[in-house]
């Protein structure tokens, strides 16, 4: 029994190095509030109308990178923790040199999706829009969980993923402009923080 959990530490330390780094950075902009930015609303999101009860999608973002670190190829675990560990750092500086927020909705009625969502608003820092980590997160643990040879876990993995970034403008955590800046800075990084040798390619094949 023992063996067949040695797997298990190695993704756990990775984990906690790579997303404990974003979690630091993340509670920067807390630490030295500055007048924030108001991000503008785009048509995009005046298309997705706010609904409390988004907050089950948005919250399986807390699923869904744990289990980039604890399925993915032993291969790709160290490009994660780097790539998370340079959202961290570009995100940081950002959200400390240029703090930015939205016109967060007022959030109405006592039902379990409300109150479920005023839970989570307790831990939130709203001055850390753009970047959107969960949107760079979101998109590193779809990209650490695609594999050719695993094509129904690729393809379910991306359409999580997707669903997680509908449901974070959906619950107006994040608008497109930020959102979409997450993305592109998780691929940044995900692209920075990749080397030859662990064979990172989205073709990717397990032999």
Do not use: K
């Not at 007048?35 to 609904?51: G, S």
């Not at 039902?111 to 969502?117: D, K, S, T, V």
């Not at 959107?132 to 393809?155: D, F, I, P, V």
Request: charged fraction near 15%; aromatic fraction near 12%.
């Amino acid at each position: 029994m023992r063996r067949a959990l040695d797997w298990l530490p190695p993704r756990l330390r990775h984990m906690l190095l790579g997303w404990a780094s974003v979690g630091c950075a993340y509670s920067l902009g807390s630490l030295w509030p500055q007048r924030a930015t108001i991000l503008p609303e785009l048509a995009v999101d005046r298309w997705i109308p706010f609904n409390p009860a988004a907050i089950w999608l948005y919250a399986s973002f807390f699923l869904m990178v744990p289990a980039a670190y604890l399925l993915a190829h032993p291969e790709r675990l160290a490009w994660l923790q780097r790539a998370m560990q340079w959202c961290a750092l570009a995100a940081g500086a950002l959200f400390l040199l240029c703090p930015t927020t939205l016109a967060y909705p007022p959030i109405a009625g006592d039902g379990l999706h409300a109150e479920a969502l005023r839970f989570f608003l307790r831990f939130d820092t709203p001055h850390n829009c753009l970047p959107s980590l969960h949107g760079a997160l979101t998109a590193l643990s779809a990209w650490a969980l695609w594999e050719g040879g695993r094509r129904w876990r690729s393809w379910l993995a991306l359409a999580w993923a997707l669903a997680i970034l509908f449901a974070v403008i959906q619950l107006r955590r994040h608008l497109f402009i930020d959102l979409s800046a997450g993305v592109a800075l998780g691929l940044l990084c995900g692209l920075l923080a990749a080397r030859p040798a662990t064979a990172l390619s989205l073709s990717y094949r397990r032999t």
